[in-house]
T-cell receptor, first 115, second 116 residues
């Protein structure tokens, strides 16, 4: 059974800092990994998707890496801004079988960037 | 292009009543998923439709939950009768057909269900 853990549970940083959010998963046989952002009372916004064959993906100030063999992914946010404050969620998708579409989520990291 | 939409955004009902949640996926997306987040827990998978067929319903908690996707377009999730532990946020997501590569899932804003 796949389990996803995100560390830290919460993070508070001053504006301008670079930061790293961590995600680990127990079963390395994944198809892809998605990072999402959730603002209070809102839905999930997909930030980055990394296929199992890829090592990293970049979008603007965001960079996500994937080390499938060790069951780890990191989300790097450069030059953080108050608008980055949100809950960040990591989710993995298994490679096959009946449950090929299922995403397994971590608990999330609550990020606060203060001015 | 419109995203995934869900209705209602909030629902407050009493224990024992019935509630029906609706999800409209992105147009042309064959895959539709239901997830939910109950208080203090992570988001958990409920089920997956491919067009109108249930591909995977391994996450459905019990037989009080019934999901349908008539005609392979919108989907409904009915809870009957609702219990206190059903309170939470119910998310719907959709993704393109299986052969299209990345299969990124796009989420709706969720329906917040409160059972009193």
């Amino acid at each position: 059974k796949q389990e996803v853990t995100q560390i830290p549970a919460a993070l508070s940083v001053p504006e301008g800092e670079n930061l790293v959010l961590n995600c680990s998963f127990t079963d390395s046989a994944i198809y892809n990994l998605q990072w999402f952002r959730q603002d209070p009372g809102k839905g999930l916004t997909s930030l980055l998707l990394i296929q199992s064959s890829q090592r990293e993906q970049t979008s603007g100030r965001l960079n996500a890496s994937l080390d499938k063999s060790s069951g780890r992914s990191t989300l790097y946010i450069a030059a953080s801004q108050p608008g980055d404050s949100a809950t960040y969620l990591c989710a993995v998708r298994q490679g096959g079988g009946t449950s090929y579409g299922k995403l397994t989520f971590g608990q999330g990291t609550i990020l606060t960037v203060h001015p | 292009e419109a995203g995934v939409t869900q209705f209602p955004s909030h629902s407050v009902i009493e224990k024992g009543q019935t509630v029906t949640l609706r999800c409209d996926p992105i147009s042309g997306h064959d895959n539709l998923y239901w997830y939910r987040r109950v208080m203090g827990k992570e988001i958990k998978f409920l089920l997956h439709f491919v067009k109108e067929s249930k591909q995977d319903e391994s996450g459905m908690p019990n037989n009080r939950f019934l999901a349908e996707r008539t005609g392979g377009t919108y989907s409904t999730l009915k809870v009957q009768p609702a219990e206190l532990e059903d309170s939470g946020v119910y998310f719907c997501a959709s993704s393109p057909q299986r052969t299209s590569g990345r299969r990124e899932q796009f989420f709706g804003p969720g329906t917040r269900l409160t059972v009193l």
